[in-house]
């Protein structure tokens, strides 16, 4: 756990007033590890003067890591109880949405990119799509894949506000104002946001690049929360109250290859 203070040149962001926000990076499949960071979670707000606590992922829940199965149904069946729970669409959900409901031939591409240890967790080898037609493997996948699920990814949302900070899943384009952003653009953007260094006028949270040291990337601009936790075992969250910008984390339990 970290604190970090503006400089006197940097402006200084803050929170909505009596709240408090945990912004969780991507969780790709990690339910061990996000179960772990909601236990540090509940015990720091509960440790805090009372106010209204409210936790955001990121965006990026499936995929990659071993039990996404397991992390959408904790989150549909089972929220945390201590707090009003949102998460955002990542490019994993997109794809995820767009096999499973509007473009089959894209499922090859989904399986490849992380998707076929999602789909292990629902029960299924994905080594048995292999060969299929892709309307066939959207049939198959429809039957062990709860509409449940989909429906909950559906509703994720592209955006969160939260006084200076903006929660997006990958970034924002730097050109365009905060109410002109592409959503499918703040779901898979790169560069030129992540060098981007003059001042947005708000603080952008987000996911989706690993940072290299496998620890949260804070700048005056922008907080960096993806850890690579399906390699690491690190699973961050920023915690922003008033004024104040913190970092909590799960140890680390695996090496990067």
Not at 16 to 30: P, T
Not at 44 to 68: M, N, Q, W, Y
Not at 188 to 197: A, D, M, N, Q, V
Request: proline residues 6%; contains cysteine; charged residues 25%.
């Amino acid at each position: 756990m970290f604190k970090r203070k503006a400089s006197k040149s940097e402006k200084v962001h803050a929170g909505s007033d009596n709240k408090r926000l945990y912004a969780i990076g991507d969780v790709h499949g990690c339910y061990a590890e996000m179960q772990s960071l909601l236990d540090m979670i509940k015990a720091d707000h509960t440790a805090l003067p009372e106010k209204e606590c409210i936790i955001v992922f990121l965006g990026d829940l499936i995929d990659r890591g071993p039990e996404s199965q397991k992390v959408l149904e904790s989150l549909i069946s089972s929220p945390p109880d201590f707090a009003k729970t949102y998460a955002l669409i990542g490019n994993h959900e997109e794809m995820f949405l767009r096999a499973l409901k509007d473009d089959p031939i894209l499922i090859p591409d989904w399986l490849t990119y992380g998707g076929d240890t999602c789909v292990q967790s629902y029960g299924l080898d994905p080594e048995k799509l292999r060969g299929l037609d892709p309307a066939d493997m959207q049939v198959v996948l429809k039957k062990y894949i709860p509409q449940s699920h989909i429906d909950y990814i559906e509703t994720l949302y592209d955006s969160i506000n939260f006084g200076d900070y903006l929660l997006v899943h990958a970034g924002i384009d730097p050109a365009l104002d905060r109410d002109a952003q592409d959503p499918r653009k703040v779901r898979w953007i790169r560069e030129p946001f992540l060098s981007y260094t003059k001042p947005l006028g708000y603080r952008v949270v987000h996911g989706h690049t690993i940072t290299e040291t496998f620890e949260p990337v804070i700048t005056h601009n922008r907080v960096g929360l993806d850890t690579g936790c399906y390699d690491t075992g690190i699973l961050s969250a920023a915690v922003i109250e008033g004024e104040t910008l913190r970092i909590l984390s799960t140890p680390q339990t695996a090496f990067p290859t």
